[in-house]
C-alpha cells in the first residue's frame, strides 16, 4: 500500500475571507494520495452556506452595526457564527480517499480524549447529552474533495443568536434555512478543553488514523500568500460572491407615515432589483416613477440605494417623502 503524503496546515489569520481562500487553494492543489487536515479560526464572522440568502439568515444591521464580518462558503448547509473560541478544521482530499467516516473519526477520537463522550447525528453533527458542539458541511468536487466543520470550545454563544436571528420583514426566497439547534461549549462540559489543546489533540489523532507526517505548516497573510492564492481573496472578499451568489427572492416591506401609507415590494436576482412594486396612498404620486427607475437593476445594499435615491432630483413636496423612503431601507437593509 502506497504511503499516504498527508499534512497539517494552520492559518495564522482571523480574516475569513483569507481563510476560506486559503482552504480553496488547498482543495484545487491537493496531490493523489494526499490529505490534508486544515486548522484556522475566524474572528467575529457569520458564515453562510452555498446556498443561502444573508438578508434572510442574518440580521444584516445587528452584523454591520458591531463591525461583524459575513462570508460565503462553498459547501451547502446552515448558516453559522464564528470567533475566536471556535476552532474550525477542514479534511481535503483526493476523492480515492475520501472517507467522511474515517474523517469524523479523527475529530471524534479528539475530542472524546478529553474524557466525554461524543458521538455523531445523522444531521452532520456532533453531540454531547444532545447537544451541538460541532457542525459539518461538505464539498465534492471532480477529482477533490473537502469536509469541514467548527468546533465550540468558548464560542460566545448570546453572540450567535443574536446575528444568526434575522429581521422580522418578509422574506420569500428558493434559498436554504439554517436549523437551529441546542447548542453548547465544549469547555462548559470539561473545563480543561482550551483551543490550543484541542489543536493538538486532533494532531495527535489524525496522525493516528492516517500516519505520521511533516511539521505543520503554518500561513500568515501576507502580501505574498495573498498573491499565491491567485484572486481567491478577492474572491471571498466581493460583494458579488457574498451577496450576488444568493438564489433570487422577494422581499416586501410597508409602513404608514403623516403623508400616507406605502408598500414596496421587490424581486430579486443575483443580489440586485429586477423588479420593484410600489402602492401608497399619498398625494405625492410622482416620486413613485422616480423611484422605480432610480432603482432598477442596483445591487440590494442601503449604499447603492442611497446613491441611487439621492441622484433623483426631487421636488419640495418628494423631498421628505424620500427621506423618510431612505431611512425605511436602512431599517430594513
Given at each position: 500500500m502506497k504511503k499516504l503524503n498527508n499534512s497539517i496546515v494552520f492559518s495564522k489569520s482571523s480574516n475569513p475571507w483569507f481563510n476560506l481562500a486559503l482552504e480553496e487553494h488547498l482543495f484545487s492543489t491537493i496531490h493523489e494520495d494526499q490529505v490534508i487536515m486544515y486548522l484556522w479560526q475566524n474572528n467575529d464572522t457569520v458564515v453562510i452556506g452555498s446556498n443561502q440568502n444573508p438578508w434572510k439568515e442574518c440580521d444584516l444591521n445587528k452584523i454591520e452595526a458591531d463591525g461583524v464580518k459575513i462570508a460565503r462558503r462553498l459547501s451547502g448547509g446552515g448558516a453559522v457564527y464564528h470567533d475566536n473560541g471556535n476552532l474550525n478544521f477542514t479534511f481535503i482530499t483526493d476523492n480515492a480517499l475520501y472517507d467522511q467516516e474515517r474523517q469524523m473519526n479523527?475529530?471524534?477520537?479528539?475530542?472524546?480524549?478529553?474524557?466525554?463522550?461524543?458521538?455523531?447525528?445523522?444531521?452532520?453533527?456532533?453531540?454531547?447529552?444532545?447537544?451541538?458542539?460541532?457542525?459539518?458541511?461538505?464539498?465534492?468536487?471532480?477529482?477533490?474533495?473537502?469536509?469541514?466543520?467548527t468546533l465550540l470550545v468558548c464560542t460566545d454563544l448570546m453572540r450567535l443568536s443574536k446575528y444568526l436571528t434575522p429581521s422580522n420583514h418578509k422574506i420569500l426566497s428558493k434559498g436554504i434555512d439554517s436549523v437551529s439547534s441546542r447548542v453548547v461549549n465544549l469547555n462548559s462540559i470539561k473545563q480543561e478543553i482550551?483551543?490550543?489543546?484541542?489543536?493538538?489533540?486532533?494532531?495527535?489523532?489524525?496522525?493516528?488514523?492516517?500516519?505520521?507526517?511533516?511539521?505543520?505548516?503554518?500561513?500568515?497573510?501576507?502580501?505574498?500568500?495573498?498573491?499565491?492564492?491567485?484572486?481567491?481573496?478577492?474572491?471571498?472578499?466581493?460583494?458579488?460572491?457574498?451577496?450576488?451568489e444568493s438564489p433570487s427572492f422577494e422581499v416586501h416591506f410597508e409602513k404608514d407615515y403623516d403623508w400616507g401609507e406605502i408598500w414596496i415590494g421587490l424581486v430579486l436576482v443575483d443580489g440586485c432589483i429586477h423588479e420593484m412594486e410600489i402602492f401608497t396612498d399619498t398625494l405625492v404620486s410622482t416620486f413613485v416613477q422616480k423611484m422605480k427607475?432610480?432603482?432598477?437593476?442596483?445591487?440590494?445594499?442601503?449604499h447603492s440605494v442611497e446613491k441611487a435615491l439621492l441622484s433623483v432630483a426631487s421636488t419640495n413636496e418628494e423631498k421628505p417623502l424620500f427621506e423618510d423612503i431612505l431611512l425605511l431601507f436602512k431599517e430594513c437593509l
Open positions: 479523527v475529530v471524534l477520537e479528539a475530542v472524546n480524549a478529553f474524557g466525554v463522550s461524543a458521538t455523531f447525528s445523522g444531521r452532520n453533527d456532533l453531540l454531547i447529552d444532545g447537544k451541538k458542539f460541532s457542525g459539518n458541511a461538505y464539498f465534492l468536487g471532480d477529482k477533490a474533495s473537502f469536509h469541514h466543520g482550551t483551543i490550543g489543546g484541542l489543536q493538538e489533540s486532533l494532531i495527535r489523532s489524525f496522525q493516528a488514523e492516517y500516519g505520521e507526517c511533516a511539521t505543520p505548516k503554518t500561513f500568515f497573510q501576507d502580501s505574498s500568500t495573498v498573491q499565491e492564492l491567485a484572486g481567491l481573496y478577492e474572491k471571498y472578499f466581493s460583494w458579488q460572491w457574498i451577496f450576488a427607475k432610480a432603482l432598477q437593476g442596483i445591487p440590494y445594499d442601503f
